[in-house]
């Protein structure tokens, strides 16, 4: 599976999201989400809530209906699979917003995304 990969907005260098395509024709069935630290910085292990952004024309909405959650650290990533057909009302362009709370105390929540992706529907 060849991601793309993509940066963190908040946590500089941490982390990495990515997806496995720029593009989901009308045969794509899922878009695969992968979530992971980039290195052993000694961060412990963060909670994350991850879901789909909709552009409207003017900035990205959330699709707060269909999301997941789930933990990284250091010797565990995460891996899923957003439902194209349940996940993405229309054709457009897309993106994946995580955002990620800290178990150890002395970091802040972060967020981060992936690079906008076009969904084909008919």
């Not at 500089?12 to 992971?36: E, H, M, R």
């Not at 959330?62 to 990533?77: I, K, N, Q, R």
């Amino acid at each position: 599976m060849a991601y793309t990969n993509t940066t963190a907005s908040t946590a500089p260098g941490w982390f990495s999201i990515n997806t496995d395509s720029n593009t989901y024709g009308i045969n794509a069935t899922t878009i695969d989400v992968s979530l992971g630290m980039m290195d052993n910085y000694g961060l412990g292990t963060w909670d994350w809530t991850m879901n789909l952004q909709r552009w409207n024309g003017k900035t990205y909405e959330p699709l707060l209906s269909y999301s997941f959650t789930g933990y990284v650290s250091e010797t565990s990533s995460s891996h899923r699979s957003f439902n194209i057909s349940k996940a993405c009302p229309t054709s457009g362009s897309y993106r994946v917003v995580a955002y990620l709370r800290p178990r150890l105390s002395g970091f802040k929540n972060v967020y981060m995304y992936t690079t906008a992706f076009k969904v084909s529907r008919l």
